[in-house]
């Protein structure tokens, strides 16, 4: 059974930085991208960055420049830098992992950024 644990969330301030990680455990073949999205209160869940086989990113326009994805295919795990924090980019932060055919998400951790 396929487990995506996250960790690295947490309170910080405006300008602060925190750094995500998602580490898999199972089995898991022929992934097509790795990433991360968030979910704020009343909003609906939305990409923030995503790597792709090849190594090509995605980063919504909200976080270029601040934050980056990276991964380490060895151990299955995927990151998120975040630097200059701000106050909106307070969310749930979810670790997904597409492959072909499934879609695998982690349960989610907080990130709090205060003003």
């Known amino acids: 059974q396929v487990k995506l644990v996250e960790s690295g969330g947490g309170l910080v301030q405006a300008g602060g930085s925190l750094r995500l990680s998602c580490a898999a455990s199972?089995?898991?073949?022929?992934?097509?991208?790795m990433g991360w999205y968030r979910q704020a209160p009343g909003k609906q869940r939305e990409l923030v960055a995503r790597i792709i086989s090849g190594g090509m990113t995605n980063y919504a326009d909200s976080v270029k420049g601040r934050f980056t994805i990276s991964r380490d295919n060895a151990k299955i795990t995927v990151y998120l830098q975040m630097n200059s924090l701000k106050p909106e980019d307070t969310a749930v932060y979810y670790c997904n992992i597409a492959t072909i055919p499934y879609v695998y998400w982690g349960q989610g951790t907080q990130v709090t950024v205060s003003s």
């Open positions: 199972g089995s898991i073949f022929s992934i097509a991208s």
